[in-house]
Structures are given as C-alpha cells and as structure tokens.
DNA sequence: GCGGAGATGGACC
DNA sequence: CTAACGGGTCCATCTCCGC
C-alpha cells in the first residue's frame, strides 16, 4: 500500500496573522468572527497555540475567551478573521504541495491529503515529507504537521499526534499499534455524540471498539455508520483520493437584534441570495434547489426548502423562494424567535450552460 | 422495493 | 436575564410520497 500524506498547517489562521503581523509573534493569538451584535459577541473562530494554554479554543464564545484571558492575566491579542487573506495564503502553501505530490486532495484551507510520485518505501517517503515541510517554513515562514500512513484516516491522525512541525509514519505493519490506547473520539469523523452513545455500549477505547461486531454496529448505528464505525477501529480508512465536487453554497449571518417580522430579516436574506448567485455565476452554475436557513434564539438549527424542475439562475426568483419559505417556517412556529437568518442553493447544474456575459 | 424531496442531526474546520 | 454563541460544508438518517 503506498503511503498517503496528510498535511496539516500548525494554528493556521493564527500563524497568518503572525506573519503578516511580526509585533505579535510572541503574542497569544485569538482569531474570532464577529457577529455585529456586541462588541464581544461572536465565537472563536481559532486560537493560538499561546491561546490553547489557557483553555481557550475554536467555537467557543468569544467573551468566555475574553474571561478566560483576563483570569490568566495575560496580554491576549483578539483578532477578527480575514478569510480572504487565509485564502490566498493557502492556495500559494497549495501550490507547494501540488508540486510535491502526484496527486493532491484539498480537505479543507489548512489540510490536503497527498500521494506522492513513485515513492518506494515508507523511508523515502519520510524524506519527501521533511522536504515538503521545509519548503512550507522556507517560502511560507509557516510549519505544517504531517502524518504519513497506508490510508487517508490513519494519515489524518498522525498528523495530529505531533504538532505543531511533526511529522508521524505509520507504516501498515504499525497501524494497530498506533490506534492502540487511543479512545473512540479520537478517530476522525467520532464526535461527542457518537462517542457518548457509544459509551452505553461500554466502549471508550478503540480496542473496545474493535470487539463489537459489525452487525451489532449496524444495527445500532445503522447501515453507513454502523460499517463505518467498525472500518475505523481496525484503522481501515479510504486510499484514495479526489477533490470532493461542491454541492451546496449558502451565506448566514446574524440578524442585528432577534425578531419574528417577515420585513425586518427580508432585506438581509435579499442581500445574502445575491452573494450567493454572484459566487454561482462566478462559477458558470445553476441551481434547482433553495433552502432558507433559520437559527432560533435557542440556538436551534431549521430548514425549509423547495426544488424546481429544471436548473435556474435568477436572482428574483431565488430570493422569493427563500422569502416565501421563510414565512412559511414563521407560520408554522408561532413561537419561534430568529437570530440567525441564512440561505442555500444546491442540486447544481454546473453543465455547458454559461452565463451570456461570457459570450 | 426504489427514487427523489424535504427536514434534521452529527461532525469537522 | 440563570450563560455565553460564527459561518460554512459534507454526510447520514428518517419520513413521506409516487411508482
């Protein structure tokens, strides 16, 4: 099996701002997004490894972050995120790798799966790896962990084991070793809730895990997860690798106080259906499907949405729908207060068809 | 049974 | 007031419906 590299970039936000900002290279560093509402409402969007020490970390509230750096009486620098910049950093960083590599899979900004060209042996990869990695620091000035195993979960997980700048082999003789001592929620795609129902079972380790047959997983968990489950507690992960298509697009935002009137969050799902159909006709793309995005005061996540036939591009006739399905949703919740307002296109037509501007 | 549509929940970054 | 709370994507599950 040849190896496969994960490739993970240490704080990544946080080591941006660093970089473009070297007054804070010996700074904790907390990057947040904003809501617009208060000053400190918002949520972590990442923290710094001088950030973590204090227990602070991504999602969490931003004045509870606030809190925490002000128990630790420390001089923390609270940034808002800049995506755009993130962005651009990352595609030069993935222009390294792409060069390194055979074949590359973008997992998210700050992570991509490799394969490399003709490598022979575990070792050689290794090298590859170390070479990868300093190239980043040379012409980047950041530091990246990578783990490199015979498939894309184990490569996931060792590049979590050493960070920041490590660098863990898993060879596959060594696989169920390395999983060995470690609990459920470690495997990558096992949260909270998974691990919590899990628990019931009495399992907590993924040598707990592995003892429960599959058929008992499925029945449990059902048929995807239930097969999945056990693929991950024997270290079983995919090999191979593709760029996963996009199929939905949505834009949310946090309304500026909570409301239930129809005219006060009309504006604003205007305003994010025409990002939303920009960045589609960015693309050349049409849409089938509008979905209108509502989180209530509680923090409750609901959805409406409508399909239509055939492939649309109009603005007006997305924003009406994402109107009308949000009045429908108000309509029936008589009690529901929104804070939240987002919308959705997905079931893309991304054929032939471009926009006439592009004739 | 099988598909698509619609709603929800979990997970991750 | 009994906590505080972003924005985005993917995947799976369940239900309902028409066939």
């Known amino acids: 099996m040849p190896p496969i590299l994960h490739i993970d970039l240490d704080a990544f936000f946080a080591s941006c701002e660093k970089k473009r900002n070297p007054e804070l290279e010996d700074q904790a560093v907390v990057i947040c997004m904003y809501s617009g509402r208060g000053k400190d409402s918002g949520a972590v969007s990442a923290a710094g490894y001088g950030a973590r020490e204090y227990g602070i970390h991504a999602g969490m509230p931003v004045s509870e972050a606030r809190n925490r750096a002000e128990q630790a009486g420390e001089d923390i620098a609270f940034l808002a995120a800049d995506k755009d910049f993130y962005g651009e950093v990352s595609r030069r960083i993935m222009g390294i790798v792409e060069e390194e590599a055979a074949e590359v899979e973008k997992a998210s900004v700050d992570e991509a799966y490799a394969d490399l060209p003709a490598v022979g042996s575990y070792q050689e990869a290794r090298e590859r790896a170390e070479r990868l990695k300093q190239r ?59 691990a919590e129902r899990l628990e019931e079972f009495g399992v907590r380790t993924v040598e707990e895990l592995r003892e429960v047959s599959r058929a ?18 024997a270290g079983n992960g995919e090999t191979k690798l593709e760029e996963q298509e996009q199929e939905q697009l949505s834009r949310l935002t946090t309304l500026g106080e909570n409301t239930r009137e129809l005219e006060e969050m009309a504006p604003v799902v205007e305003q994010l259906a025409e990002d939303v159909i920009q960045s589609l006709e960015d693309r050349g793309w049409r849409y089938s499907t509008v979905t209108a995005l509502v989180i209530t005061t509680d923090m409750d996540m609901r959805t409406r949405s409508r399909s239509f036939k055939t492939a649309e591009r109009s603005l007006e006739r997305f924003q009406d729908t994402a109107l009308e399905l949000l009045e429908d949703f108000l309509q ?27 004739f």
């Open 216 to 233: 008992r997983l499925v029945e449990a968990f059902g048929e995807k997860r239930g097969v999945s489950l056990h693929r991950k507690a």
């Open 332 to 358: 029936e919740n008589p009690d529901a207060v929104v804070r939240r307002v987002g919308v959705r296109a997905s079931g893309f037509d991304k054929g032939g068809q471009r926009s006439l501007s592009d």
């Open 136 to 194: 980043i620091k040379a012409e980047e000035g950041l530091t990246a962990s990578i783990g490199v195993a015979p498939n894309k979960l184990v490569a996931k997980m060792a590049s979590d084991r050493d960070k920041p700048d490590g660098l863990t082999v898993v060879e596959p003789g060594e696989v169920e070793e390395f999983l060995t001592g470690m609990e459920v929620d470690e495997l990558h795609g096992v949260g909270p809730k998974t």
